[in-house]
């Protein structure tokens, strides 16, 4: 922790992040008591005038954009000589990291996150700002799957990992992501950000990236002239139709991109509405360097000093003209050749850097990895520390990249990923809650609403539809990013019993006798003993239903004078204008003590004050009821007593 205050407002709190040219500290505004990030230009870099101009160009260029995907700048200052821009604070890992942890990621989610992006860059182009480095690390995932992007007008960092032209402050992008005309030193347009959104998504999709070598100079030839493998040969399950959309980005000429962000993001909504769709086979670009071409020296192109064009020529001029010509062609093709040589020489001189052993520093503490690489040849300059949540204990070393033993360019950025401690949340207790409301109380509690997988389990305990527990169990601290099981009950499993050719009275105990509801009756007429049931409603005898449902009875009526004690629904045939109105009872049994006795009482257009339920219950249960209600009779109550007490008095209407 940093026990620091900016421009006596903001307290730094720890460093979040960073790079090669900043610092990313969490921070607290005590003007507005808010956390926001602060990125602060490291001190080596305060006398460059350059990169401080560029540092308030990213302030700038952010503070003119307005957009939920974009991460908002608040303000921006200079206290001892040290450049601070104050940023909106996201609670979220980068793209990056969500990779690194997930990829490939599912296709849908590589949609819903590259179709924020695109919304995100077509808002930044449409007010004339091209990003110039879109990358994953540049892309930060709120908790709950919102997307930020951030780091506009300027490079993150000059490592070994960023390429250069002219001077070594004129930065072009991430190496890994950036477009083939910003390796050729050209300026960057809105195509150049669809370049690398493509780039993006390829690895979202399968996990890699579709360039990688041992120098950046290698991958940075790589983007200007070879062919990656496209996508569905890594992952064959990814629809055509999404592949398209990377293979255009991908385009090598700008042209054969799509022309606008817009444009991606239409075909992104489109993807997975016509997954199935011809392949796109983009043209042949030409991926060549561009050639300077001299024109041949001939008497034609390069008349002699002092002689008159009018003048008519004599036999024994042009022939000397014709050998002067030739002796000249072939002395500037050889210098040409000569100058080539050289020039190639040259270059593959100043390529040409020696290769060092990198040790493996994985396990080792911050310090330890520090002076293990300090003394294999590295300096503190080529050590980039990512400080990231992992399984091991904080401050140790648990990934770097390029991973060691093994011989990289002893220019070569090193990049050490530290544990800053495993992150962790609670898993809550939602046994009992209805399913929508369980899934707030995950998500509330920091999980991922798309790491929440449902499943159904049969239950005694809990009622149908209500949330038996989950997997992570209750109480248990766990990772926010992984994945977590909530189970819902089906309830229990009870046989319908054999009622068919018993009175409507019989019927409905034995009903409830087997812990299942009464639902309609139905009085139709039937050849069958007049008062006596002859089907089930559309289950059949003997069928396993969930316990409480509520079992529809269709009683036979010939003579047209039957008296009923039921206590079911008796609707006789209902009228045309009824409604059916269904009403679920639960009573939850706490399991201590004696059984309870449940008395439920119904009122609707059939009947006053009907006992449908009289049962002693031992678990919680619950019965499906239904009432009938009609303009004339348009209000019902359902009354629920526990040993004679009310419990429940719910009234329903028409």
């Given at each position: 922790m ?7 407002r903001y ?16 921070a607290?505004?005590?003007l ?7 990125k602060m ?9 350059e990169?401080v101009?560029?540092?308030?160009q990213?302030?700038?260029a ?6 939920p995907?974009i991460v908002s700048?608040?303000?921006?200052g200079?206290?001892?000589?040290e ?21 490939p ?10 179709d ?19 990358k994953?690390?540049?892309i930060?995932v709120?908790?709950?799957g ?13 490592t070994?990992?960023t ?9 072009l ?6 477009s ?8 960057a347009?809105?195509?150049?950000d669809i ?10 999709l399968?996990?890699?990236?579709p ?10 030839l790589k ?11 890594i ?13 255009r980005?991908?385009a090598?000429?700008?042209e054969?991109?799509y022309?606008d ?5 239409r ?7 016509h ?10 670009d ?7 071409v001299?024109?041949?020296?001939t ?9 008159q ?9 042009r ?5 002067r010509?030739l ?6 093709t ?9 020039a190639?020489?040259?270059?593959m001189k ?19 990895a ?14 980039q ?5 992992s ?5 140790i070393?648990?990934?770097?990249d ?10 070569r950025?090193i990049?050490?990923?530290?544990s ?6 609670v898993?809550p207790d939602v046994?009992?809650?209805p399913?929508?409301e369980?899934?707030t109380q995950?998500?509330?509690?920091g999980f ?6 449902v499943t ?6 809990v ?29 229990g499993?009870?046989?319908?019993p054999?009622v ?5 009275q019989?019927?409905?105990?034995m009903?409830q ?10 009085r139709?007429?039937?050849?069958a003993?007049?008062?006596t049931?002859?089907?089930v409603?559309?289950?059949?005898v003997?069928?396993?239903v969930?316990?409480?449902?509520a079992i529809d009875l ?12 039921s206590?079911?629904n ?18 939850k ?8 006795q449940v008395?439920?009482i119904?009122?609707d257009?059939?009947?006053q004050?009907r006992e449908?339920?009289?049962?002693t219950?031992t ?6 009821l ?10 019902g ?6 040993n004679?007490?009310v419990?429940?008095d ?5």
């Open positions: 940093t026990e620091r205050r900016l421009g006596g307290d730094l709190e720890q460093p979040i992040g960073g790079g090669g040219m900043a610092v990313v500290y969490r607290l505004d005590r507005l008591g808010r956390t926001v990030a602060i230009l490291r001190p080596q870099f305060a006398g460059d005038e990169l101009s560029r540092f308030r990213e302030a700038q952010a503070a003119r954009l307005s957009h995907n700048v608040y303000d921006v200079m206290t001892d000589g450049y601070y821009i104050v940023m909106e604070y996201v609670d979220g890992p980068t793209l990056k990291e969500v990779i690194r942890e997930r990829g990621l599912p296709v849908a989610d590589v949609i819903e996150i590259a924020q992006i695109c919304d995100a860059l077509a808002h930044a182009h449409e007010q004339g700002i091209i990003h110039r480095d879109v994953p690390h540049n930060l709120t908790r709950g919102r997307v930020k992007v951030t780091d506009f007008g300027i490079a993150k960092a000059i070994g990992n390429l250069t032209y002219q001077t070594s402050t004129h930065v992008g991430s190496v890994h992501y950036f083939p005309e910003q390796a050729r030193g050209r300026v347009t809105a195509q150049s370049y690398s959104l493509g780039v993006v998504m390829y690895e979202m399968t996990g890699q990236l360039f990688s070598g041992d120098s950046p100079v290698s991958v940075a983007h200007l002239r070879d062919k990656f493998i496209e996508p569905r040969q992952r064959p399950d990814i629809p055509q139709s999404v592949e398209n959309i990377v293979l980005c991908l090598k000429s700008p054969h991109r022309p962000m817009r444009s991606v993001r075909d992104l909504r489109d993807a997975l509405i997954p199935n769709v011809p392949k796109y086979v983009p043209p042949e030409d991926v060549t360097q561009e050639t300077i001299v024109p041949p020296l008497p034609e192109t390069t008349p002699e000093e002092g002689e064009e009018s003048a008519p020529a004599q036999p024994g001029t022939r000397r003209r014709w050998w010509g002796m000249w062609t072939g002395v500037g050889g210098v040409l050749c000569v100058g080539a040589l050289a190639y020489w040259i270059v100043l390529l040409a850097v020696q290769t060092v052993e990198l040790p493996n520093v994985v396990g080792e503490t911050e310090q330890q520090v002076a293990t690489l300090e003394h294999a040849g590295f300096s503190d300059s080529q050590i520390r990512e400080h990231e949540p399984s091991k204990p904080q401050g070393v648990f990934a770097q390029p991973p060691g033993p093994t011989e990289v360019k002893e220019n950025t990049i050490l990923y530290i800053s401690g495993s992150p962790s949340v898993v046994q009992g809650l399913q929508d369980a899934i995950l998500v509330n509690a991922s609403r798309s790491n929440i997988n159904y389990v049969q239950s005694d305990q009622a149908a539809g209500d949330a038996v527990g989950t997997n992570p169990p209750a109480g248990q601290s766990v990772d926010p990013n992984s994945h977590i099981t909530l189970q819902i009950s089906k309830g499993l009870v046989q319908i054999n068919i050719g018993q009175t409507l019989a019927a409905e105990q009903l006798s087997a812990g299942l509801a009464v639902g309609t009756v139905y139709t007429p039937y050849q003993p007049d008062g049931v002859y089907q409603g559309r289950y059949q003997g069928d396993q969930p316990e409480g449902t269709y009683v036979a009526q010939n003579s047209g004078n039957t008296t009923s004690n206590t079911g008796d609707t006789g045939q209902i009228p045309p204008d009824a409604h059916q109105k269904p009403v679920k009872v639960t009573v049994y706490d399991g201590k003590g004696d059984p309870w008395e439920i119904t009122t257009a059939t009947a004050n449908v339920v009289n049962q219950i678990k919680t249960t619950t019965w499906s239904t009432l009938v209600l009609t303009p004339e009779q348009p209000n109550e359902v009354v629920v007593k526990v004679g007490q419990v429940d719910r009234h329903v209407s028409y």
